[in-house]
């Protein structure tokens, strides 16, 4: 649902109407997404893995006594899955215009590309060969930042970080 037009950004008095029916759109996207975070949760249940969900799972109950139960799991998968998806096509817009505005990289890496891998799929047994492509990654990273400043946080409760006091339920914002 993003990038659709949206009348009431717009007209924002006929956000009660739903003309478009964007909110029905969202509410079912919403449903079959849980349904898939529930199947997959689910899964990590029975077979047990060796992953970042299966580690949630043990979890749920830690020394403090926090319980984080399923719908936690399953907003911190959906967090870390856009925040995969977001740093990744940031990068990737990041380096292809990087390579446009010097085309003598872009010439090098080309090469070594058809030298390597040739007319096939890059597989992930390819990358320690890839060594200009690893420059060229590393280099769009240290000139484009993805995510400078992580999402803004409250803090639960008063606390002093290196003598600077921040009051409980103040905004945080971390700069990375």
């Known amino acids: 649902m993003v990038g659709v037009f949206n009348l009431v950004d717009f007209v924002p008095f006929l956000g009660a109407f739903d003309l478009q029916g964007l909110k029905a759109r969202t509410r079912i996207l919403g449903e079959k997404l849980d349904k898939a975070l529930k199947t997959i949760i689910n899964d990590h249940q029975q077979q047990k893995?060796?992953?970042f969900i299966s580690t949630m799972l043990t979890e749920q109950i830690n020394p403090?006594?926090?319980?984080?139960?399923?719908n936690c799991i399953k907003a911190i998968?959906?967090?870390?899955i856009v925040a995969s998806l977001d740093t990744s096509t940031a990068l990737l817009e990041w380096a292809l215009l990087a390579l446009i505005k010097h085309p003598?990289?872009?010439?090098?890496?080309?090469?070594e590309?058809?030298?390597i891998i040739r007319m096939r799929m890059v597989e992930?047994?390819?990358l320690p060969k890839l060594e200009y492509l690893d420059t060229v990654v590393k280099?769009?990273?240290?000139?484009?930042?993805?995510?400078p400043m992580l999402i803004p946080r409250e803090s639960m409760e008063d606390i002093v970080i290196d003598g600077c006091y921040i009051?409980?339920?103040s905004r945080v914002i971390v700069n990375v």
């Open 77 to 80: 998968t959906v967090d870390m």
């Open 64 to 70: 403090n006594g926090d319980i984080m139960d399923r």
């Open 124 to 126: 992930e047994n390819d």
């Open 104 to 111: 003598r990289v872009m010439s090098k890496l080309q090469k």
């Open 139 to 147: 280099e769009t990273l240290r000139l484009y930042l993805v995510a």
């Open 167 to 169: 009051p409980k339920r």
């Open 49 to 51: 893995q060796d992953d």
């Open 113 to 115: 590309l058809e030298r």
